[in-house]
């Protein structure tokens, strides 16, 4: 069976991470917080994270890595954890993506997080991200239970939604014949 292996996942996802906020920030030198809204963003996904110090730079690009290690390592625990336990009816040499298991690390991944994240807001109400969940999951209105179990369905059905775009297209070019990159 072929294992993906986590610390390259990471090393990618941090570094695109990383130009996604720098591309962010340097967003946010050009144009005015009304033209570009994603400072709110910014400001609300990353702890402590401010406009006007150097320090807090630092801090969002030190978050941003800790985060991208954290979901390549779970994602990847969990995609070898259910490729295992679902194994394919072909050989093992390195196939196309499978929807099951990329569905079930998918949302596992999803539901750890905002798990994680539910508690943290729990912990340290001040640095709350309410207003995100709001937007990003349909019914959620705030730090009690009806609030939590609708969050996990939502969770689960974008873990699905993803994985049944994702598999798709990846298996799509991994069976072209597009040249390898070296």
Not at 130 to 155: M, Q, R, T
Request: with cysteine; proline share 6%; aromatic share 20%.
């Amino acid at each position: 069976m072929h294992r993906i292996q986590p610390f390259p996942v990471a090393v990618a996802l941090s570094f695109i991470l990383l130009i996604l906020f720098s591309v962010c920030v340097l967003l946010h030198l050009i144009f005015s917080p009304e033209m570009w809204p994603m400072v709110k963003f910014w400001e609300v996904v990353l702890v402590g994270f401010s406009w006007v110090s150097t320090l807090s730079y630092f801090l969002a690009v030190l978050e941003i890595f800790v985060v991208a290690f954290y979901l390549a390592y779970v994602f990847v625990g969990l995609y070898n954890y259910f490729n295992a336990r679902f194994p394919a009816k072909e050989d093992d040499t390195m196939k196309p993506l499978r929807f099951k298991p990329v569905a079930f690390a998918v949302t596992g991944l999803g539901i750890i997080t905002y798990i994680l994240c539910f508690l943290f807001d729990l912990v340290f109400p001040q640095l709350s991200m309410i207003a995100i969940w709001e937007i990003l999951l349909p019914g959620f209105k705030g730090l009690d239970f009806k609030s939590f179990i609708i969050g996990l369905i939502d969770v689960t059905i974008y873990g699905i939604y993803i994985a049944a775009v994702f598999v798709p297209i990846y298996n799509n070019f991994y069976s072209s014949e597009l040249p390898e990159v070296k």
